[in-house]
């Protein structure tokens, strides 16, 4: 008899409220994860309590206050329509949400895959690059929720896709239309960023990540874990598709937190010194996020985009994320259809197999 596979979906997650309580709820769990803040436990939980849980809550509220929608978080109501329309898509296909953090917790969404008959798990986080702090850690609490089980389900994972063709083809025709419409003097790349030393540890070798200025430019056995090398990767494969030229883009990092180095450039540094350079008009494009949420929506939405004119720019766009589109649900289906067989998969179209 044939396992049953189904499908996990996991994003990062989001604080259930804009309100400082529940926003230090959502931080203490996801800033106390070991993989994120990777330093001494006592260093860990000094810096959490003492410095960032006192005051960073009651800001974070204010700035998830600004993108709420009437019916939740922008990131939450993004996957959950994802996953409706990826259930419709592979009909069959037990498909859940769970999120890294938060609700709905990977427990519960791995309760509901049991219930279904599901043994056999097709996890797919949904961060196109791989870093220890995304991918790595909801690997990590995955495999410690099944192991936990006396019946343990046999896992599989979809891999990082941060240069997997349906991935890039997805995000150009969602992009397409609305840099065509804004007609924008040079496009943005803006990434996630991550600590340094997160890189030069993903580097096996110990002599590649971050040795060289041409570190990145081209995925090598030394750097293929590295989450800035599948950055800019992502980026030239975007670029590419865009039909943009080679003065035409460039790459930054946004979100950077605490005093240590991150990886550079950092994207607030690079937008005014866009200005110096004539540019007048900058469009930006998150392609760490497959959903919009309030790195893209508030950080470079609105805290950017006024920034940006403040400093003498006409203006700045952020190019919408793929959230539930349906060229994501066709491109999700192909890439999960390539990861494990799903028995919804034998009646897809050609296009989406």
């Known amino acids: 008899m044939d396992a049953a596979t189904g499908v996990l979906l996991v994003n990062l997650g989001t604080p259930e409220a804009p309100r400082a309580p529940e926003v230090r709820r959502y931080l203490r769990e996801f800033l ?54 990826l259930r419709a898509r592979l009909p069959g296909v037990p498909i859940e949400l769970g999120m890294r953090y938060g609700r709905p917790s990977l427990s519960s969404a791995l309760q509901r895959l049991r219930a279904q008959g599901c043994d056999r798990v097709l996890v797919a986080p949904l961060y196109p690059q791989y870093a220890s702090s995304s991918t790595g850690s909801t690997l990590e609490r995955v495999y410690a929720e099944v192991a936990a089980r006396w019946n343990v389900p046999s896992v599989v994972t979809l891999p990082a896709f941060y240069d997997a063709a349906p991935f890039l083809d997805a995000f150009a025709a969602v992009a397409r239309p609305h840099l065509e419409g804004f007609v924008a003097d040079h496009v943005l790349f803006s990434f996630h960023g991550l600590p ?40 030239r494969g ?49 392609p760490a996020f497959v959903a919009d949420c309030l790195e893209t929506l508030e950080e470079i939405g609105l805290r950017a985009r006024a920034d940006f004119k403040a400093a003498g720019g006409d203006d700045l766009l952020l190019v919408p994320s793929l959230n539930a589109e349906p060229v994501w649900v066709d491109a999700l289906a192909r890439l999960l259809a390539a990861a494990a067989p799903l028995p919804a998969t034998r009646q897809l179209p050609n296009a989406v197999q």
């Open 32 to 85: 106390g994860d070991p993989r994120v803040i990777d330093v001494h436990p006592v260093g860990r939980w000094l810096l959490l309590n003492l410095f960032i849980l006192p005051t960073r809550p009651r800001r974070s509220a204010e700035a998830y206050a600004k993108i709420w929608t009437p019916e939740g978080s922008p990131l939450l109501v993004h996957s959950e329509r994802l996953t409706e329309r």
């Open 196 to 235: 340094e030393r997160q890189v030069r540890r993903s580097d096996e070798t110990g002599r590649h990540c971050l040795a060289s200025e041409g570190c990145c430019d081209a995925i090598v056995d030394a750097n293929r874990n590295c989450y800035r090398a599948q950055c800019y990767a992502t980026a």
């Open 238 to 286: 975007l670029a590419t598709r865009l039909g943009l030229s080679a003065d035409g883009w460039s790459v930054a990092f946004q979100s950077r937190l605490g005093r240590t180095p991150w990886i550079a450039p950092y994207t607030d540094v690079v937008l005014p010194e866009l200005l110096t350079r004539g540019v007048r008009r900058v469009a930006v494009m998150c």
